[in-house]
């Protein structure tokens, strides 16, 4: 992994990949398109305050060194430049995921695990007469997704522009359209992508579940309150690549997210929404944990104690992008059963 | 994570093939054919084998795993040679064999008979000028790669006393090249490939060089004024008598005594498809890197007005089902905005 020499003239370093070797040898290696990456590039170096002006602005960013060319396909590009041909933008949609107490209060989303950061799913192959989810919901008041598919619990995300409290632009469905459904960056899907070893599947957002008639995620119930009834069905399995060992692809659908700011009422934008500005989609996200996991445990995980409970563990990380904006968000899951 | 957006390169435009040759100096000096791992003639870098048919000659000794195979050498002469026969030859037929194997596979047959051919010291091959004995220098593909450059091989042969092989007082170096030989002329060409003459400074041929094939004939006429080709402990021998009463790898002994140096080009072909990779001036100028935004804000822009700017380090190259193929990096970030359309060439190498 070392850096390319960058003292003189530009070069490109270029290899074949492990799957390009492959290909190669199976004689059907056919390159038909390309994309561009930026995966070195620090961008907060951007001094857009360079006292030496404009051409200075980018002096520190240009003097990245690069990494020479790796032939695993997951080092490959992680994020990419968008295709984006609008000059005129000023904010692109991030991604986040919503563990607001009256939102996992009044919905089926569930929060992290206590301070661990990490979103629990079930399994239940070990439950005897105490199971894994009786034993969190009524001992340890953890949330959880059953990970048999049988609940309707899920971790929700939403993206947006995240300018902040009280900043331009702030979340009115007008801003919404001109900013994000104007410019294109409402993602219709987005790509679930999650470990195979561990996860047979994901669970989405099923089409026409929201509560209200415009199918949206919103706060315009009575009261301003939240319309988020949300049932979920099996995401659509996908050849994505993501580029990790092991990982599988699947797409699941987003609803609008109709959250504003209400003129009248007590609740406000921020006790169902942790995008603070226009906002863009909600989708649930459910994993269903493969059936038969034991020795996984073992040679992945590890064991803890639940409410006295002696439990075993698989930590994993399911990401997820969007399809058109790219945003992406990393979701820690932690595989939790009965010893 | 994953990569979505793609270009689409244009297969018939943005995508050609070419062909680069490329050539490394191969020096081989003496020394290390004789004398540097080991005392004459058992060095460690040397092999011999069991069924004494030819003699390997390794960069390091062979027993370690660092050391490479350089060159085999070995001895043969025809049926019809006046070696054969009535001299009683020590391994007579392993001789014959092995200028019979060289011959066939390098000459070929003829006649109605379809004798093998023998080697000539010409490029006509109309069995005048025959070379029925022959030293074989054939060099491993590690240093020839795809073929010897024509026009750059050269070997100085010692052809001083035994013990001092290499008396520079006594003019004892003998230097054969393929002076006449070039990409475009000075070769023939047979089943074994290109093949070129090797002469002396007086203009003699002395051997031939077969290009392709990584391969020397050396004749004995290089040697045959000299009565201390090789030594024994029965006394001095001339390379004839060697050839008679020493075994093959005792005549690769002695060669390798008198090689002084060998050296020559060799040549890597390399097939190439260059990709055109078009960057258009009004898209690929944002990124989703996560340090590209801060509070959902680009970076690079303090108002909407602003250009956009990304910076590009990786392409991908990817096939019609999204898999990644092959990877090129930039060796300094190239900036990328609506002001500037790029056309990155890529080149892989096959």
Partial sequence: ?339 | MAVTNYEQLDTTNDVTNTRTLLHESIPLTGTIVSGTYGTFPDDANVKNYSHGQFQSVYDYPYLSSSANHIFDISIGFDESSAMSGSLGSTQESKKINMYNQMSQVLLGYTGSNNTVRKFELDTTLDAVNQMKEAIFVNFSRLITKDQIKKGTVSIQLGTGSWSTPFDSTGGSVKTLTDASASATEGTANTLGGDYGLLYDTSNTVRGLVFYQAGFMAISTSSFDTMTDFHSTSAGTESVLKTFVSASISGSADALRHRIKNISFNNTTEINSSIYFCRVPHNKYNHSANPTYLSASTIRVKSVNTDQPVAYITTIGLYSSDNELLAVAKLSEPLRKDPTNELTLRVRLDY
């Fill in chain 1, 1 to 339: 992994m070392a850096f390319l020499d960058n003292s003189g003239d530009i070069i490109l370093d270029a290899v074949l990949t492990e799957t390009g070797r492959r290909r190669m040898a199976e004689g059907n290696f056919k390159i038909t398109k390309f994309a561009l990456g930026d995966d070195e590039i620090d961008y907060t170096l951007y001094n857009k305050n360079h006292a030496s002006g404009s051409a200075y602005y980018d002096l520190e960013i240009l003097q990245s060194p690069v990494f020479e060319a790796f032939t695993q396909i997951n080092a490959g590009i992680n994020y990419g430049l968008l295709p984006t041909t609008a000059t005129d933008l000023l904010y692109l949609p991030v991604m986040k995921t919503n563990r607001l107490k009256r939102v996992t209060a009044e919905t089926n989303a569930i929060a992290t695990s206590g301070s661990s950061n990490l979103f629990v799913v079930t399994d239940s192959g070990g439950d005897s007469a105490t199971s894994i989810g009786a034993v969190l919901a009524d001992t340890a008041s953890v949330d959880y997704v059953a990970g048999d598919g049988s609940g309707n619990n899920y971790v929700l995300l939403e993206t947006g522009l995240d300018t902040g409290v009280s900043q331009t632009p702030n979340g009115t469905a007008a801003n919404r359209q001109s900013y994000l459904v104007a410019n294109g960056l409402i993602d219709r899907r987005l790509i679930v992508f999650y470990d195979g070893r561990f996860i047979s599947g994901i669970r989405g957002i099923a089409a026409g579940s929201s509560a209200n008639a415009g199918g949206e995620y919103n706060n315009l119930a009575t009261g301003n309150g939240l319309n988020a009834t949300l049932s979920l069905t099996d995401a659509s399995r996908t050849n994505i690549q993501s580029g990790l060992s092991n990982y599988v692809a699947g797409t699941v659908r987003t609803v609008t997210n109709g959250v504003i700011q209400p003129t009248t009422g007590t609740n406000t934008e921020t006790d169902f929404s942790v995008i603070n500005g226009p906002r863009g989609i909600v989708a649930a996200i459910s994993p269903k944990i493969k059936n038969g996991l034991d020795a996984e445990y073992t040679l992945y995980g590890g064991t803890t104690t639940v409410s006295g409970q002696s439990c075993k563990f698989i930590d994993t990380t399911i990401y997820v992008q969007g399809t058109v904006s790219s945003a992406q968000v990393q979701i820690p899951i932690r595989i939790l059963r009965l010893s």
